[in-house]
């Protein structure tokens, strides 16, 4: 089916492991979205991409690291889990050409734990 | 990014009218969004509002629009259990379709 999907759903890692989130999208929308969501913060961009290859810091980006060689695929790596990395992180994706108003397409989210 | 505000939760009883209200502070807005998260499931869009509009309604929502007291509210008519859910205002600016959420209201319907 089309549209975007996220994995793992659920992880538990431990502090200083290196962890990775997928989030794959079957639209070719070309702006691809991280943000995680805590309480009391609601949702805060962590990094974006424009196309393939381009890539851009968010609001809080310290501590992670995306890659985009390809549209339809944009990982979100965690290279050193810290325990304040515990958060769900949703995948969302825009194709501002065709819809102007901006609309964010999202994933279901992946639930990380750190411990 | 610019601050989006909202209260954390809001209950009602089903059939009556919900005002969900957030504040925000960049002007130069270009739309503004209402979003929707269910239990468990990513956000979905709601509704949305050109910053040189005033109202916009559709079926049982309204969405209303002060610009100089940079102020937004949804109105849900005859709220219903399915309602319950986060509700997270946020506003677009620039391009790039970089949206700022602000911090979701819970809305609880009872019976």
């Known amino acids: 089916d089309a549209g975007i999907t996220q994995s793992p759903r659920y992880k538990i890692t431990e502090t200083g492991r290196q962890v990775t989130l997928m989030c794959h999208q079957t639209w070719s929308h070309s702006y691809m979205f991280w943000y995680r969501q805590d309480l009391g913060h609601g949702l805060r961009l962590i990094y974006y991409?424009?196309?393939?290859?381009?890539?851009d810091k968010g609001e809080v980006p310290d501590g992670y690291v995306v890659s985009r060689s390809k549209t339809e695929n944009f990982p979100l790596t965690l290279e050193s889990a810290t325990r304040s990395q515990t958060s769900v992180y949703f995948c969302?994706?825009?194709?501002?050409?065709?819809?102007?108003?901006?609309?964010?397409?999202f994933g279901e989210g992946s639930r990380l734990t750190v411990l | 990014g610019e601050d989006v505000e909202q209260s954390l939760f809001l209950s009602v009883r089903e059939g009556d009218s919900s005002v969900i209200n957030c504040t925000y502070t960049d002007s130069s807005s270009t739309y503004l969004y209402w979003y929707k998260q269910e239990p468990g499931a990513g956000l979905q869009l709601l509704t949305y509002i050109f910053s040189n509009m005033d109202m916009k309604q559709d079926q049982r929502l309204t969405v209303l629009l002060n610009k100089k007291d940079k102020h937004l509210s949804l109105r849900i008519a005859d709220t219903q259990t399915g309602d319950s859910a986060i509700y997270f205002c946020a506003e677009s600016y620039g391009t790039a379709s970089k949206l700022t959420f602000g911090t979701g209201t819970r809305l609880q319907v009872t019976l």
């Open positions: 969302a994706s825009s194709d501002p050409p065709n819809q102007p108003n901006g609309e964010l397409f």
């Open positions: 991409s424009a196309a393939a290859d381009i890539t």
